[in-house]
């Protein structure tokens, strides 16, 4: 193993009626003023917005919102988000959705406090050091932005797609309700499985050091993600699989995997990278999304693994 | 899976030569006087204690020493340590050795910010509500301390054995270099994977719920350790059968192999009681010592998992 430094300061509140917390979890911060960001109005309709909003206003929290954040999330409506927050003068950020719109928010938490333009960090021109605290809500579980400091940002006007690494932008809490990951479609779950696996065989193929218990730890996520899929994907009503997967989402991308490995990720960035400019499965990056797919449920079938 | 909160906020550096950064790390809290513990005098010999006491130095740390730590350690020395803690005015507590030297820490880095008796906090007479920061160099890799809120205390007068559980006595730092577990005996190395096996395993046959992603990172840890101790015995100075060794004691009980299980921890906590007044493994708290590692031997040899 080589010399590694490991530090994950995200607070994890996980299970059913968790996001019942986030009024509390805030105030408890002394925050009276959040941006709040989400995706398309389902989480109007499902109620989940009507949940949210009512604990932060029992807790006297005021909020302004940015709506309309898309897959593959843009640096455009990142820039929209941070003139929002320095002009309303925001505390904190609150995710609600999947990976897109809490690397939007945490991309937002960094330029809010930043005199420049945020893309500087992207593009390595600076380097983030403070942020508002960021809080998120998942309602999908695949990218595993819930417990790192990783945003990816495609800069929708010069078509190049960057990230983002810092300490500061892990989000101090985030809820992982599975339930509220019922709505996502079966061809997105099937996408958000890929992408986990993506994330976990990316350093597992470029480790230039395999510590047998991070190979393990690797399996043993391919296993339960590839066992998971096939429940949900018959029975989408099943909380355990479900919570399973989820977990295993988390687990897929908060550093431990990869902890003293020495992974050249560089070489799956760069593929990333080329991929920029076409169109791509919605969350795993790779490449066209039926295809993703239909790799998927063979690769689940074989059970190589 | 049954609901769960995760947070560790404990920050590790790992591997060779990291407790060179210990002076810079306790500097950049702006910390100027530590409580320095430890347990035999091998630390000078060997010269752990001239660079870690160099380092403070050069950084200008003052310290005052707690040494004679033993293993199951007791109330009595504890209290030695908030003495002095207290009338040194001491601004956090710096661990160099095993697991019984970081819970004495832990148990003074509590009782030094507390008006009573730390035994209190044992009894459940009283709950943490603030400690010095701790730090950790590890020599012994077996406990799992380094990445917890636990420590477990005999008390000597009245052969009471409990334990602490809290956010606040997690280590702000932990530093595992595993060349500095090289001056283990065998058959303290044997004792520290039975150690480690026993921490997940109990988590795994009391659990109430089997998440399959944490069972296999359960697996994976036992077999990594059984592999690794058997390397080990053979060749002490194999470098990376020792760091994958130290690493799976880290992630035994930091808190990710019971999440979501829900185990009846009480269960096997009663076991360790009833023994608390009898002679047993220095380290695992089971039973006597050449039995564990017989059985060890025996388990390793089988490759039932």
């Known amino acids: 193993m080589v010399n590694f430094t490991y530090q994950n300061p995200t607070k994890i509140e996980f299970g059913k009626g968790k996001e019942e917390l986030i009024g509390t979890a805030i105030a408890e911060d002394n925050i009276t003023k959040v941006l709040l960001c989400y995706g398309s109005e389902r989480i109007k309709s499902d109620g989940l917005y009507e949940k949210v909003t009512t604990r932060l206003k029992e807790k006297g929290i005021a909020w302004v919102e940015l709506s309309g954040i898309i897959s593959n999330p843009i640096l455009s409506k990142v820039h929209e988000g941070i003139t929002i927050a320095k002009a309303e003068k925001v505390e904190a950020v609150l995710a609600i959705g999947g990976g897109s719109v809490l690397d939007s928010a945490k991309s937002i938490a960094a330029g809010a406090l930043y005199h420049s333009d945020v893309w500087d960090f992207f593009i390595g021109k600076s380097v983030i050091e403070k942020a508002l605290p960021v809080y998120a809500i998942m309602t999908l579980a695949a990218t595993g932005s819930e417990m790192n400091g990783f945003a990816v940002i495609t800069n929708d006007t010069i078509q190049q797609k960057y990230n983002i690494a810092s300490l500061h932008v892990y989000p101090r809490l985030s809820i ?120 998927m449920v063979s690769y689940s079938k074989s059970r190589t693994i």
Chains 1, 2 share one sequence.
């Open 176 to 295: 992982l309700n599975p339930e509220l990951t019922k709505s996502v479609p079966k061809n997105y779950l099937a996408y958000s499985a890929v992408d986990i696996i993506a994330h976990v065989i990316e350093g597992y193929l470029t480790a230039n050091v395999q510590p047998h218990f991070q190979s393990r730890m690797v399996e043993g996520i391919i296993q339960t993600v590839m066992e998971t899929t096939e429940i949900l994907l018959q029975n989408p009503e099943d909380y355990n699989a479900r919570a399973e997967f989820t977990w295993a989402a988390t687990q897929a991308l908060n550093g431990v995997t990869t902890a003293g490995t020495n992974p050249s990720v560089s070489k799956s960035h760069d593929r990333t990278l080329t991929l920029s400019t076409v169109q791509h499965c919605s969350r795993c990056g790779f490449s066209d999304c039926d295809s993703c797919v239909d790799d």
